[in-house]
T-cell receptor, first 114, second 113 residues
Framework: NAGVMQNPRHLVRRRGQEARLRCSPM?????VYWYRQLPEEGLKFMVY????????ESGMPKERFSAEFPKEGPSILRIQQVVRGDSAAYFC????????????FGEGSRLTVL | GQQLNQSPQSMFIQEGEDVSMNCTSS?????WLWYKQDPGEGPVLLIA?????ELTSNGRLTAQFGITRKDSFLNISASIPSDVGIYFC?????????????FGKGITLSVRP
């Protein structure tokens, strides 16, 4: 029973490049959340998606960041024209259709911007 | 946005000791959860609480949902070296199904053998 799968685990980009982070939710889960974690900080909510819908993007920066969860395939968090301040661990979590309040996290994708 | 407060930032205990961690908020939450994160890994759910006053155990872990719905605590009994890690509290406000979780900044626990 596979958990939440994220890839890549580590990504290095130069300033100005694009970063794409992928997340496949747990089997049977239809809700995906993206969080960002800076060193020695908690997890900051970015966006909540269901299939083909963005439900809550109140934590997403207004520029350069976008997210999608298409009908087929993984959820994608895309960061355009990366800057050094984008360096962080990005975690994806999923939850089942039945509302339990519980989120199950992946191992994270660690982005380093040079 | 809403904040969950966890302090101190770090705790140091001796193996075998019990430890208790608090999480407080100025707002009401209708779900409280506790997660543990090991270095380089994602957070793992330890305990979920759904009702004010609820007391739930998971092995050596016990957590309670405060009666005011503005706090929760986690207790670890008879600590062992593998309890080392960062413990996060998280809460969900009564603002709709499947809505986001808000996280505290975490407490880093060190256990001396």
């Amino acid at each position: 029973n596979a958990g939440v799968m994220q890839n890549p685990r580590h990504l290095v980009r130069r300033r100005g490049q694009e970063a794409r982070l992928r997340c496949s939710p747990m089997k049977g889960h239809s809700h995906v959340y993206w969080y960002r974690q800076l060193p020695e900080e908690g997890l900051k909510f970015m966006v909540y998606l269901q299939k083909e819908n963005i439900i809550d993007e109140s934590g997403m920066p207004k520029e350069r960041f976008s997210a999608e969860f298409p009908k087929e395939g993984p959820s994608i968090l895309r960061i355009q024209q990366v800057v050094r301040g984008d360096s962080a661990a990005y975690f994806c979590a999923s939850s089942p259709p039945r509302d339990t309040g519980e989120l199950f996290f992946g191992e994270g994708s660690r982005l380093t911007v040079l | 946005g809403q904040q969950l407060n966890q302090s101190p930032q770090s705790m140091f205990i001796q193996e075998g000791e019990d430890v208790s961690m608090n999480c407080t908020s100025s707002s009401i939450f209708n779900t409280w959860l506790w997660y543990k994160q090991d270095p380089g890994e994602g957070p793992v759910l330890l305990i979920a609480l759904y009702k004010a006053g609820e007391l739930t155990s998971n092995g050596r872990l016990t957590a309670q949902f405060g009666i005011t719905r503005k706090d929760s605590f986690l207790n670890i009994s008879a600590s062992i070296p593998s309890d080392v890690g960062i413990y996060f509290c998280a809460g969900r406000q009564p603002s709709g199904a499947n809505s986001k979780l808000t996280f505290g900044k975490g407490i880093t626990l060190s256990v001396r053998p």
